[in-house]
């Protein structure tokens, strides 16, 4: 028991395995950690970034600002095609994560030749009346159907209404605050 504690106590994160590992890893870190900053962009998603970034890193044991076109595209299609686990979000995350990378390192030619991202554009389910009235009669008790009708109605997010004050509701004007969160 007592190794299993010390393996999990020494065990490092895949961006700190790379931050220690890779050279010059840590210089590419640094950069974007001060643009991200700067820039006023979400902690979650640098740390995404720099996850994908970090495997990438260890994959070829150098820093990806460093890599050829040629490398870089193999690893995509390792991650897209050869990977165990492919995932759709780790495959834009590395693009993405490049992207950034290139732009604060001033490597726009690399960045330009990275593939487009083809987003789905699916339009919303949209209930009519009658499916709102028993969507929102469903539930048996009225803090529940106040939940529904919250999410559905003012197109909250699950964390977003959990942060709901009482302050932030007026119910004079029958409107709710919601503070700045995604996409500001």
Do not use: W
């Amino acid at each position: 028991m007592l190794n299993l504690l010390l393996c999990l106590k020494k065990s490092k994160t895949i961006a700190e395995r790379a931050f220690s590992d890779v050279k010059d890893f840590s210089h590419l870190q640094t950069k974007l950690e001060q643009s991200f900053s700067i820039n006023g962009k979400a902690k979650s998603t640098l740390n995404n970034y720099l996850r994908c970034l970090a495997h990438l890193a260890l994959h070829y044991n150098r820093s990806p600002e460093k890599l050829s076109v040629e490398h870089v595209q193999n690893y995509l299609y390792h991650c897209q095609k050869l990977h165990k686990t492919p995932s759709e979000s780790f495959f834009k995350h590395t693009i993405f994560g490049l992207r950034a990378a290139y732009k604060v390192m001033g490597m726009e030619a690399k960045r330009v030749l990275l593939p487009q991202i083809k987003r789905d554009i699916k339009l919303p389910c949209v209930l009519n009346k009658e499916e709102v009235k028993r969507l929102l009669k469903a539930p048996k008790y009225l803090k529940h159907r106040l939940i529904i009708g919250m999410l559905y109605g003012c197109g909250l997010r699950s964390y977003e209404l959990c942060a709901v004050k009482l302050s932030d509701l007026d119910f004079e004007r029958k409107t709710v605050f919601i503070p700045k969160k995604k996409g500001k």
